[in-house]
């Protein structure tokens, strides 16, 4: 995902939820998460880091969504738990939560994955890259764990 959406996401979502665009900074948007660093933090830190983490998430609008949609998109993701925008207690821009999701997944058949640890394409600059994504096939599921790789 390009660094610059994910910042415009970020931004939205801190006007959206406290209607400040000020409280934006330049440190890593989503640095509770850190995957590669996860097995060095002490149980207390791993705590702060749960909390934080679940407390609200960057992403994309309902408006973005749907343009996104409009393009013919086969899939969404990103480095966050839900990739839409989400507020604490899971407010979203309307009363129901995960709007995109339900929108773009459940009404347009466009597949979503969270969590991705994209440290190492931003680190390199890889803003292009050719994206394989291998989920594993379960019957009568509504998900997958699968193996996301990016050819660059």
């Known amino acids: 995902m390009n660094i610059f959406i994910r910042y415009i996401a970020l931004l939205t979502l801190t ?3 406290t209607g400040n665009a000020q409280e934006v900074n330049d440190e890593p948007l989503n640095d509770n998460w850190a995957p590669s660093e996860w097995d060095s933090f002490d149980a207390a830190e791993k705590a702060r880091r749960r909390v934080a983490f679940n407390a609200g998430s960057p992403g994309f609008g309902l408006s973005a969504c ?3 949609a409009s393009r013919k998109i086969i899939l969404t993701g990103g480095d966050s738990w839900p990739t ?3 507020g604490a207690n899971l407010g979203g821009e309307g009363p ?3 709007e995109c999701h339900l929108r773009m997944m ?7 994955i969270e969590n991705l640890d994209l440290t190492q394409l931003v680190e390199d600059k890889a803003y292009e890259f050719l994206f394989v994504w291998a989920p594993l096939k379960l019957k009568d599921a509504t998900g997958s764990p699968g193996n996301p790789v990016a050819l660059y």
Do not use: C, D, H, S
Not at 106 to 112: A, D, F, L, S, Y
């Open 15 to 17: 006007v959206a939820v």
């Open 66 to 68: 749907e343009y996104l």
């Open 84 to 86: 839409e925008a989400v």
């Open 96 to 98: 129901q939560p995960f």
């Open 106 to 112: 459940t009404k347009r058949g466009i597949w979503n």
